[in-house]
């Protein structure tokens, strides 16, 4: 099951601070944060283990509470090259291990 | 590093015809998968090789869609007959074990 992102769309100005999330209705092993810009394929930005600490790099760092089933990416002082769709990709645990599936996109507009 | 490479990066063809999308993955990773992106149902994995055997191909929509990863560095994708309703952007990403995935540029599929 498609996990459930929020919100849908963001507009932000520049060196505003935003927050996505992302919902499951399972449990999950890990959790994946991509970044894609229109009309290029999707680039990966951070990855959060089951167990493991918030990651960070740069002004963007993320969270990941396994008891929730959740997890959020924080953007912060955002720049103008943050615009993109933002899409989380969630793994269970088991035999569907290396499999991800990925919530519907979350549009991020940076203006000037 | 070349990144992950796919051919042809755009596709017209008619209904009926047979399609062949190419994904040579990141050399030295051992996970390979196939997405499908449509703005109907976003970014849907279709199915996943590691160490070139399929592990999971449930997200393949039917029998006319088979893929194939006869050696670590080729992927086929192969679409027979093709319909309007695969038209889509097509995706191959690699991942080192089941880390980060790599995206490639994508097969934008237009079939009319």
């Known amino acids: 099951q498609q996990p459930v992102q929020s919100p849908q769309a963001v507009i932000l100005r520049e060196g505003e601070d935003a927050v996505i999330n992302c919902s499951s209705s399972?449990?999950?092993?890990?959790v994946h944060w991509y970044r894609q810009k229109h009309g290029e394929a999707p680039v990966f930005l951070m990855i959060?283990?089951?167990?493991?600490e918030q990651k960070g790099h740069d002004k963007i760092s993320a969270s990941f509470n396994e008891k929730k089933q959740q997890s959020s990416l924080y953007l912060t002082a955002s720049q103008l090259s943050y615009s993109g769709t933002y899409f989380c990709?969630?793994?269970?645990?088991?035999?569907?291990?290396?499999?991800?599936?990925f919530g519907q996109g979350t549009i991020l507009t940076v203006h000037p | 590093d070349a990144g992950v490479i796919q051919s042809p990066r755009h596709e017209v063809t008619e209904m009926g015809q047979e399609v062949t999308l190419r994904c040579k993955p990141i050399?030295?990773?051992?996970?390979l998968f196939w997405y499908r992106q449509t703005m109907m149902r976003g970014l849907e994995l279709l199915i996943y090789?590691?160490?070139?055997?399929?592990?999971?191909d449930s997200g393949m929509p039917e029998d006319r869609f088979s893929a194939k990863m006869p050696n670590a560095s080729f992927s086929t994708l192969k679409i027979q007959p093709s319909e309007p309703r695969d038209s889509a952007v097509y995706f191959c990403?690699?991942?080192?074990?089941?880390?980060?995935?790599?995206f490639g540029p994508g097969t934008r599929l237009t079939v009319t």
């Open positions: 990403a690699s991942s080192l074990m089941k880390g980060e995935q790599y």
């Open positions: 090789f590691n160490n070139n055997v399929p592990i999971d």
């Open positions: 399972k449990a999950l092993y890990s």
């Open positions: 990709g969630t793994a269970a645990g088991g035999t569907s291990y290396g499999k991800l599936t």
């Open positions: 959060l283990l089951k167990g493991g």
């Open positions: 050399s030295g990773h051992d996970y």
